[in-house]
């Protein structure tokens, strides 16, 4: 079992940043991607960015050159810092973490408990 804990959000004005975080822990797993999805209200949840070990990080199209993701591979942590943010990017923002059991093995997807990221105009 992964547990996620999430830190950061807030309210911010239009063109402000924000720096969220995510902190795995666990025993008997191997981190496969790490990454920030999103939901705003009436919407399906989408990803933001994700990053893997050896792999840039992946970001939809409404966030590239704006997000930057990076990890702390010794720590487990991921971080995604909001720059310019806009009042579309208002959303619950989600912490994934996608990991393979050793003694089990499977991949699961692991969810943070979400944190409320609230931009105004």
């Known amino acids: 079992q992964v547990q996620l804990v999430e830190s950061g959000g807030g309210l911010v004005q239009a063109g402000g940043s924000l720096r969220l975080s995510c902190t795995a822990s666990?025993?008997?797993?191997?981190?496969?991607?790490m990454g920030w999805y999103r939901q705003a209200p009436g919407q399906q949840r989408e990803l933001v960015a994700d990053?893997?070990?050896?792999?840039?990080?992946n970001y939809a199209g409404s966030v590239k050159g704006r997000f930057t993701i990076s990890r702390d591979y010794d720590k487990n942590i991921v971080y995604l810092q909001m720059d310019s943010l806009k009042p579309e990017d208002t959303a619950v923002y989600y912490c994934?973490?996608?990991?393979?059991?050793?003694?089990?093995?499977?991949?699961?997807?692991?969810w943070g408990q979400g944190t409320q990221v609230s931009v105004s105009s």
């Open positions: 994934n973490v996608r990991a393979r059991d050793r003694i089990r093995f499977t991949t699961n997807d692991y």
């Open positions: 666990g025993s008997t797993f191997s981190i496969i991607t």
């Open positions: 990053i893997s070990s050896g792999v840039n990080g």
